[in-house]
């Protein structure tokens, strides 16, 4: 008799779902497509010259310790220069304030499973990032949706959502937040909505996890200080990442929070992996100690840039007026939000993929009901003259249906 593994899973698993965005991936990815779905950074810049030179001196060091296991917390000297980079940023921190992660993602991950237990209550902005929705469920925790404006999330709806579970009897230890240039909306939080939320999180004894994956992929102006910047009371546990400022491969993020948080995350990073990828954190250190990784990071704002600017002015010109969209000051995201007389975005997304065109639509970054009206468009992999040809595809898609509601109103 064939086995049935179904009866072999364990309960827990049932929280476990696949993202929306992932499933249909391999269909907005073929070729043909021009596609704004993927977040993914630019592999066209991916400094393959620098990788091989420092991958080349560490396989051939005598040691040989950047082949070896690493200890649990991370190389030491990543850890020193990443805590000195956050002090520059306003926040005191130490070197055992910081352990290396499988990306930003394995810290959130950690997070959860040491502090979330099944049923808990965990405030997310909305929309949210799906990869941060998915962590929380899949530990038992339950998501709850924080409305949001270009300002950031709303304090008052976040106070009163607090309240509303609290007469529940479920009071809400977490607020996880991706402050800067939002996935997806490319939202920024201002600095006043900073300090309301953090005096909110330490009215009713509130956890933030800060997530900063695109904080240094300014394209104008500059950034609020980082919630672990402003914070006074230890309650802040910042993540960020490699991934979007160097290349995603190497899987090299870290999380920086009080020293006894570290030392649980720590334990639980023992069972999950051991170390991350020792060949990768020394590869990070070589080049973020020479200086190279933020010489590189300045040649990635000017692409990126020049991506965003091409997506906002094609927008303009082409898109109907009835369509609204944000306009990013850094990240890889713009947020696309439809009247209701048109048909879902998901419905949308079928009719762009018949035009050689595709984006996320946006139901996938709400915890409940929301956002079939809306869609996330990433600028991140594509040039601007592809950017300019696929948003026009798509205005005159749009078109046909202001057109059908003015005939519709007109009584034809």
């Not at 179904?6 to 497509?33: D, V």
């Not at 850890?79 to 352990?99: P, V």
């Not at 949001?148 to 309240?163: C, N, S, V």
């Not at 005096?199 to 004894?205: H, R, T």
């Amino acid at each position: 008799m064939e086995i049935n593994w179904q009866e072999f899973y364990a309960r827990r698993t049932r929280q476990i779902t696949g993202s929306q965005i992932r499933q249909f991936f391999a269909l907005t990815e073929r070729p043909e497509i021009i596609s704004f779905a993927g977040g993914f950074p630019a592999s066209d810049f991916f400094p393959r010259e620098e990788i091989g030179r420092v991958l080349g001196e560490l396989a051939c060091a005598e040691n040989s310790h950047a082949l070896q296991y690493a200890p649990t917390e991370g190389n030491h000297d990543l850890r020193a220069y990443l805590a000195a980079k956050i002090r520059c940023a306003g926040s005191a921190c130490h070197i055992d304030n910081i352990i290396i992660t499988n990306g930003s993602q394995q810290g959130l991950d950690l997070l959860c499973r040491i502090l979330v237990n099944p049923g808990d209550p965990v405030l997310v902005e909305e929309p949210a990032y799906v990869g941060g929705m998915g962590a929380i469920k899949s530990y038992g925790g339950v998501p709850a949706g924080i409305p949001m404006d270009g300002e950031g999330p709303l304090p008052a709806a976040m106070e009163k959502t607090i309240l509303k579970l609290e007469r529940q009897g479920r009071h809400p230890r977490l607020f996880y937040t991706v402050t800067n240039f939002h996935n997806p909306t490319g939202y920024t939080t201002s600095l006043a909505r900073r300090k309301a939320i953090l005096a909110l999180a330490e009215d009713y004894n509130i956890v933030i996890i800060e997530d900063n994956p695109y904080g240094e992929l300014c394209y104008e102006g500059t950034v609020p200080p980082n919630y672990q910047a402003l914070d006074r009371s230890g309650r802040v546990i910042y993540l960020g990442s490699y991934s979007k400022i160097f290349i995603p491969g190497i899987r090299i993020g870290w999380m920086a929070a009080p020293q006894a948080v570290i030392e649980k995350v720590c334990l639980a990073k023992q069972t999950a992996d051991l170390c991350s990828n020792s060949l990768g954190q020394r590869l990070a250190y070589r080049l973020s100690a020479e200086g190279f990784i933020d010489r590189h990071v300045k040649k990635l704002i000017c692409f990126y840039r020049k991506n965003r600017d091409a997506m906002l002015e094609t927008m303009e010109r082409c898109f109907p007026p009835e369509i609204n969209f944000t306009r990013p000051q850094g990240g890889f995201f713009v947020w696309v939000q439809f009247p209701p007389f048109y048909p879902p975005a998901r419905e949308l997304l079928h009719l762009a993929l018949e035009q050689g065109v595709a984006f996320v639509h946006g139901e996938g970054f709400f915890s409940g009901a929301g956002g079939s009206h809306a869609a996330r468009f990433s600028f991140s992999q594509v040039s601007p003259e592809k950017i300019a040809a696929g948003i026009s595809r798509l205005g005159k898609l749009f078109y046909r249906f202001r057109e059908e509601d003015t005939r519709q109103a007109a009584g034809e």
